[in-house]
Each structure stands twice: as C-alpha cells, then as structure tokens.
C-alpha cells in the first residue's frame, strides 16, 4: 500500500512530522476614497478600534494606484467626485480585483448611475450620507465574512480539483495494475496475448471487472474459469444460499461498487471481512478496499451468474429500475414544468421546519416525474410502494394496477418526506396513518391530488388518487346506456323531487354518472349546490362546496346548511351514515331533488342498506326515485380486436345469463395503437332501477330482497350481468374481463 500512499496522506504525515502551527492571517485591508478630507477622517474614526489597516485616498486616481501596488479587500468610496465617479471607479475595481468587497457610500447620487452598477455586480452595498457609524461597521463586518466565505469555496474547489486529479492517477496506476485473472488465463495457454491487450484497453474504458468481460466475450467457458480458480489457486467457493445478508457487512461498501465489481460482503469476522467475489485475484481492488473501510478483506470465490441474481435482489437491477425516469427527465424537466399549488387554509404550519431537509434535487426531480408520468398515462391512481429491496410505483391504469417503475430503496425516505412537505404532512410521524391532499398544475392541466400514507414493514408506502380539475362533464348520451336503460334515466330525470342513488365500488364512475344527469337540461332557472369530498368535477352553474371534516365540516352539516339556501337540486357526495341519509331523504320528500352514491353492489342492495342505516321503509319506498348499479370494465382496442371461441370455464362461472349457444367471445392481441395492451379506456356496465308504485308498495310494507329482486324482475329490470353480455356480444370487451370486475356469478 506505501505506492498509494501519496494520494491519501499530506506531505507532513508521510514524512512522520507534526502537524504545523495553524497560520496566522493578515489583517484586512480596507480602502476608503472620497475627496473631502472630512469625511474621510470621519471615516477613519470610524474604524480606528477595529483592527483593520485602512488606507485613504482622495480621488479614484489615487484609488486605482494603490488597488495596482496591493490587494485591498474591502474599499468604500463616494460617488460624486471630480473625474471618475464612484460607479466607474468600482467597476475598473473589479475589473483589476474581482475578489475585493465593494460599498458605495454617497448623499447626492445619480439614482440610475448607482442601480446600473449594483445591477451590473459592480456594488455589493449601497450606504447613504449621513451614515451612521454601528451600522457602517455591521455591513463591513458582513461584508468581510462574505469575502472569507468566498475564499473558503475557492480553496475548497482548488482542493476538490487536486484531489480528482489524484484519483484519476490512481484508477490509472490500478488499470495497470488489474487482472492478474487475465495474465494467469494467459499463462495457462486459455487467451492469447492480443485478447489480454483487448481486456486492458475495454477495462480502461469501461472499468468492469475482468471475469465479467471474459464471460461476455465467451473466450472461455464459466465451468472451466472456476475450476481453475479454485483447483490451481486452491480459492475456496461458497454459495451464497449459505449466507443471509449482514446490514452491517453490506454498509461498508458502496452499491456501485459491489455491482460494477461483482463482489458482495458476506459478513464480518472482529477485524476481518469475509467477501464474495467473482475474480478473487483482482489484488489492486483489494488492497484498496481493505484501505478504505479499514479490515482485512479475506476473500471467497462465488460465480458470477450467482453474484448478479443475489445483487439483484438485494439492490435491485440499477439498469433497469430508473430506464423510465431518466427518458421522463431526459424529455423536460419536470421541475420547469410543474408547480405547486397551496391552498389558503388557516394552518399554522411550520413551512421552514417542514421545508428543511427535504428540497434534495433528487427527491424533487423523482417526485415530479413520478406525478407527471402518471398523468401521462392518464392514471387514477399513484401508488408508491416499497417493497425489501426496491421501492416500486405503481399506476391504476384503466381500472389495473401497473408496476411501471423501480426506484433503488434508498430514495424512499426522501421521496416519501417530499410528497409529505407538498401535503403538509408531518415529516417527522412515521408511525401513523396519515391524510392529505395537495394541487399540482401542469402545463397541460391542473389535478388535485388526494393523498394517503400508511406504515407498513419496509416503510411508508403512499397512495394518490388523481382527480382532474380539467375533466369536462360528460353527457347522457355519452354514457353509453343501453336503450332501455337510457330511457328510463331520462323519464326519472324529469321528475321534480325525490333521490337518485348511484351505486358501485371506488372508482366505478359513479359521480361521473351523477354529473351526466345533473347537466342534463340545466338552466340558469335552478338553483345547484353540490356537497363532495373532493370535487370532482368542477360546473360554473352549481355551488360547490368541499367537505372538511378538520373543521367540522361534514355531509350531513353542511346538507342541513345546504337547505336554507333554497335550493332545487343537489347533488350529494356520499351517503355514508344515518344523520346524512336521514336528511337526504328529507329533502327528497320536500320538493328537492337529490342525487347521491352509495357503496354496494347492487341495486337492491343499496334498498337493504338504507333500511340497515335507519331509514323508515315508507320513508325509502316515497323518497326514492331511481338506483344506478354499475361498474367499469376495460374497452377492447378496436383496431386489432378479434372474434375467438368462448372459454367454456369463463362461461360457467359467468352463469345464466352467458350459457346460451351463439355467444361470442372477443379477444386483443395488442398493438401501437393501445401500447401493446390489448384495452382502450372504459366502458361502463349499467343496472338501472326505477321504483314503480309495485315497488314503493313492497318496500313500504317491509318485503324481503327476494320479494324485491322478483318485483324488479317483473318490472323489466336489466342487470348488470344481462348488460355484460350484451356489451360482450357488441365487441366492446371480454368475457375474462367481465369475470375480472363482476366475479362469479355461481354458488358453489
């Protein structure tokens, strides 16, 4: 190691000497001009108890000779002198000495002469007449500190430069120096002298470890390269199977390095580290090691193949995981193409705690371009997760969970304190579930973004579900009902009073629905008023009001508020306990209007439910109007979907309503058009009941829901498997897709 020694120890220390005594510094030197005597006594005096060496000058003349004859590193000057202004004089100043601290001090300036120069750079401080003499002192004491601050940075980067230029020779000494692999496969007549010139000249290159190259260019074969290894140099091979990984043994040596070498710490014995390689007579890389983590590196051969999978698995494929990052950061920046909007709440956060320790470029950089590629992808959700060794983002794409891209496990707590900063969260609660909502505005549009974290064993993992302010209300038409579902929605729309349920999962397209309706014929004679957490869709007719349960603002508060404000219809978030339905319906039975969702999975289901919360079955059977069961399924891509045979297992478990003869199946192998995915957007499923007066009668007189189900079945009800199949038989989708979204339809 003594041939290294010169680019890791100073001079003094390989020689064996004492440190020096630290250097004492020159006083500073500071250059007053002006060309009244007076004021430059009064300036004199003014720094007489400090201890500076102050020269005088009377004329800028004067000023610029003894600038040229000694370095000066403050100088304060007037501006108005015969001759050469201040102005001019501080930018020959800086011209001549760019380090030296430069304050203009004037009572008669030229306003546009002395913003010019401090614009220029040419003035750090601008001092007017009379001054006064603490305050004079403060800025020059302030001044100075910048200079020193200045020179530390210069000295720190005149160091950093030496310093790489002393790595560079000593990756240079160690090219030299590398692969006795190569001289020992040479020796034993495996490679030729041309092919050892080939490994030195990629390796310079490059910087790949030998055997990596060797098993590249298939000049030998892995069985033959180990066993010499291991019978000739008598190297004793493990499996790394054997071995279970040692946090403390994998911090001692950085990831990039383990990769680009092929080596993995196995664990540490007192002072010495046993290490896995794939070329064990790379010495150089040894000594090395063993210099910078301060142990005895006792190596241990393991193949190649094998090293690859376990860092892999502990590390993640590095070539892979941020492939999709760097194409969106190579594209545009998304830290120039996104911003942060923060909305007027009465919080009293902190924002310089929260803020510090987490504007990191990186974090930043990664977190923009994970928002912005989900909105590329049009995603309706953005889940981060993290997984033992990498951290994994997910978008819900159509309905689907897509893995799209690996982050290293490193950038999680970052990225995790980022997201939290632009919720205002708290960064520093990691133990508990936490809630929040941010907006971000794009320059293709403006989303709002509802977040939630949860702590789970390999860290927080984020979910934001992505609603866009953008997004225009679609129409009835655009629904794509069905025709006799279709027209029953516009007969129940006419109607002045009474509630329209929407009901399905999360992410079914039920607000999306009540919005059609809602437009629907829609005029400046009505009074709206939407209740939603979050809005989600934003219409200028209607007043929107967000709930914040924070505050106290909630469905049924602000439904009860809602009502002394006369409206005609309102369009209701959710339903989700007895005070909010109790007052819906309420409404309902007073000459209102009422649109509302509900999480069930059924049409007769939502009738159950409501009498489960409370509700009084006349008060059900009179108030309710309508019910919207339905569910989203992904749209086959038209430009290369195809006709197949149906599976006949999909077809039993699908039930009745798919067992008849002549039903065909459809299926998309996927092309440009839909990114090689076989599905194009969504197309909604629909069970639309209307409730007659045979139903009113039998949910009034406490019927069954099998007396119910018979009474819509009777009523013409079209359910949601029988509006499957037809979407099925028109080409839209698949049978394994109806599968996917509605399950079974058997009991077993």
Aim: negative net charge.
């Amino acid at each position: 190691m003594a041939q290294f020694d010169q680019y890791f120890l100073s001079p003094d220390k390989q020689a064996g000497d004492s440190e020096p005594p630290p250097h004492e510094r020159e006083r500073y030197r500071l250059l007053l001009v002006d060309d009244e005597p007076n004021v430059l006594s009064a300036l004199r005096r003014t720094f007489q108890r400090e201890n500076y060496e102050v020269h005088c000058a009377a004329s800028a003349e004067e000023a610029l000779a003894l600038v040229n004859a000694r370095h000066v590193h403050l100088m304060i000057t007037d501006f108005k002198m015969p001759g050469m202004n201040g102005a001019d004089l501080l930018r020959e100043v800086r011209e001549i000495s760019p380090d030296t601290m430069r304050i203009m001090l004037t009572g008669h300036a030229d306003t546009q002469a002395v913003m010019t120069a401090i614009n220029e750079g040419a003035v750090y401080r601008f001092i007017l007449k009379p001054w006064n003499d603490d305050d004079l002192r403060v800025t020059v004491a302030l001044a100075l500190e910048q200079y020193e601050l200045r020179e530390k940075n210069r000295n720190l980067e005149k160091k950093t430069s030496q310093q790489q230029k002393d790595l560079e020779v000593f990756r240079r000494m160690n090219q030299q120096q590398r692969s006795q692999l190569a001289l020992m496969l040479h020796k034993h007549g495996v490679i030729n002298r041309q092919q050892v010139q080939e490994l030195y000249k990629i390796q310079q290159a490059r910087k790949v470890s030998t055997i990596r190259l060797l098993l590249e260019k298939e000049w030998i074969a892995p069985e033959k390269l180990y066993r010499l290894l291991r019978d000739e140099l008598l190297f004793d091979e493990v499996s790394l199977a054997e071995f279970a990984a040692d946090p403390e043994a994998l911090d001692l040596i950085p990831v990039d390095v383990c990769q680009g070498q092929l080596l993995l710490p196995l664990r540490v014995r007192g002072r010495r580290l046993v290490l896995a390689m794939a070329d064990p007579l790379n010495q150089p890389l040894i000594e090395e090691l063993s210099f910078a983590i301060g142990l005895k590196i006792e190596p241990v051969l393991v193949r190649a193949e094998e090293l690859e999978e376990r860092l892999a698995q502990l590390f993640g494929e590095s070539s892979e995981s941020l492939g999709e990052l760097e194409a969106v950061f190579d594209a545009n920046d998304p830290a120039d193409t996104i911003e942060l909007v923060i909305e007027d709440d009465d919080s009293d956060v902190d924002l310089e705690r929260l803020l510090s320790d987490t504007q990191q470029p990186s974090a930043v950089r990664v977190v923009n371009a994970l928002i912005m590629e989900g909105l590329r992808l049009g995603a309706s959700d953005i889940h981060i997760h993290p997984r033992t060794n990498v951290v994994v983002v997910r978008y819900r794409i159509d309905g689907v969970l897509q893995d799209k891209i690996r982050i290293p496990s490193t950038l999680q707590m970052s990225i995790v304190s980022r997201i939290k900063v632009m919720a205002e969260l708290d960064i520093a609660e990691r133990r508990r579930p936490q809630d929040g909502r941010l907006t971000v505005k794009t320059p293709m549009k403006i989303v709002d973004l509802r977040l939630s974290t949860l702590p789970t064993l390999n860290g927080e993992k984020i979910v934001m579900r992505v609603l866009d302010r953008n997004a225009s209300i679609k129409n009835i038409e655009q629904l794509k009902l069905s025709e006799l579902n279709r027209q029953r929605l516009l007969n129940v729309i006419t109607r002045p009073q009474g509630i329209i349920l929407a009901t399905g999962p999360t992410g079914s397209g039920k607000t999306t629905t009540l919005y059609a309706m809602l437009q629907h014929q829609a005029t400046p004679e009505k009074n709206y008023v939407t209740i939603e957490d979050p809005v989600e869709f934003y219409m200028d007719m209607a007043g929107q009001v967000p709930v914040r349960e924070k505050v106290g603002l909630d469905f049924a508060s602000v439904l009860k508020a809602i009502l002394r404000q006369d409206p005609d219809v309102i369009l209701l978030g959710e339903i989700r306990d007895r005070e909010t339905a109790e007052v819906a319906f309420h409404a309902a039975m007073t000459g209102h209007m009422v649109y509302s969702t509900l999480h069930t999975n059924s049409a007769i289901a939502s009738i159950a439910r409501l009498l489960d919360l409370g509700l009084k079955p006349y008060v059900v059977a009179y108030g309710l109007e309508c019910i919207i069961a339905q569910r989203l399924v992904r749209r086959l891509c038209p430009h290369c979907c195809e006709p197949r045979e149906p599976d006949p297992g999909i077809r039993e478990l699908l039930g009745v309503a798919f067992s008849s003869p002549g039903l065909q199946d459809y299926t998309a192998a996927g092309c440009d058009r839909c990114h090689h995915q076989g599905f194009s957007g969504r197309v909604a499923l629909h069970e639309v009941l209307t409730v007659t007066e045979t139903m009113r009668h039998v949910i009034a007189s406490g019927g069954s829901v099998h007396e119910m189900v018979e009474q819509a079945e009777r009523d013409g009800l079209v359910t949601l498997a029988a509006d499957a199949r037809y979407r099925v038989e028109a080409g839209e989708t698949s049978l394994a897709e109806i599968l996917r979204v509605l399950g079974s339809q058997i009991d077993i």
